[in-house]
T-cell receptor, first 106, second 110 residues
Framework: GIQVEQSPPDLILQEGANSTLRCNFS?????LQWFHQNPWGQLINLFY???GTKQNGRLSATTVATERYSLLYISSSQTTDSGVYFC????????FGAGTTVTVRA | KAGVTQTPRYLIKTRGQQVTLSCSPI?????VSWYQQTPGQGLQFLFE???????NKGNFPGRFSGRQFSNSRSEMNVSTLELGDSALYLC?????????FGPGTRLTVL
């Protein structure tokens, strides 16, 4: 199956800082998605981004499908951005990375 | 549109028992997938149902089973529970491409 590598595994930020999370895939993937897992465990959809760039408020994402990677940018981070961020790709079955745990300190 | 719902949210069972979890997808979505999340193994795919048929299955023992009803609601069943089955079980609803997840059921096996 497809292997998904996320980096960094942990990220500690001061409120207001910017950051970049990366996701590498071992093979080409369809339906690439980014999620934020809230403290109660639910995966919240951030982006559906099989290719190109999208922005939603302070978050943006870029996928370079030909090079099998995707980036998630967090700008002007807030404490509410804390949590685990996952990227995943696939058709019926999503293959997930191990996640990046983001901690934003006030 | 209402989101994906899962019941119950929390369950405590003892070894050897069985458990049934329920998932109602987004209206109009016919594909429902189940995932298990544990600290050690991360998020792993269990199986996918589409129009009442299991289309795909992950690498889990036969104790894990599921079904889907004509209204697309899905259930998964775990028989003869083991301590290692303690996990967060997430259900996902899929339309054309994107998957949307429910809040999960947190199962604790004692």
């Amino acid at each position: 199956g497809i292997q998904v590598e996320q980096s960094p595994p942990d990220l500690i930020l001061q409120e207001g800082a910017n950051s970049t999370l990366r996701c590498n895939f071992s093979d080409s993937v369809n339906n690439l998605q980014w999620f934020h897992q809230n403290p109660w465990g639910q995966l919240i959809n951030l982006f559906y981004i099989p290719s190109g760039t999208k922005q939603n408020g302070r978050l943006s994402a870029t996928t370079v499908a030909t090079e099998r990677y995707s980036l998630l940018y967090i700008s002007s981070s807030q404490t509410t951005d804390s949590g685990v961020y996952f990227c995943a790709g696939g058709d019926y079955k999503l293959s997930f990375g191990a996640g990046t745990t983001v901690t934003v300190r006030a | 549109k209402a989101g994906v719902t899962q019941t119950p949210r929390y369950l405590i069972k003892t070894r050897g028992q069985q458990v049934t979890l329920s998932c109602s997808p987004i209206s109009g979505h016919r594909s429902v997938s189940w995932y298990q999340q544990t600290p050690g193994q991360g998020l792993q795919f269990l199986f996918e149902y589409f129009s009442e048929t299991q289309r795909n299955k992950g690498n889990f023992p036969g104790r894990f089973s599921g079904r889907q009803f004509s209204n697309s609601r899905s259930e998964m069943n775990v028989s003869t529970l083991e301590l290692g089955d303690s996990a967060l079980y997430l259900c996902a609803s899929r339309g054309e491409t994107e998957q949307f997840f429910g809040p999960g059921t947190r199962l604790t096996v004692l």
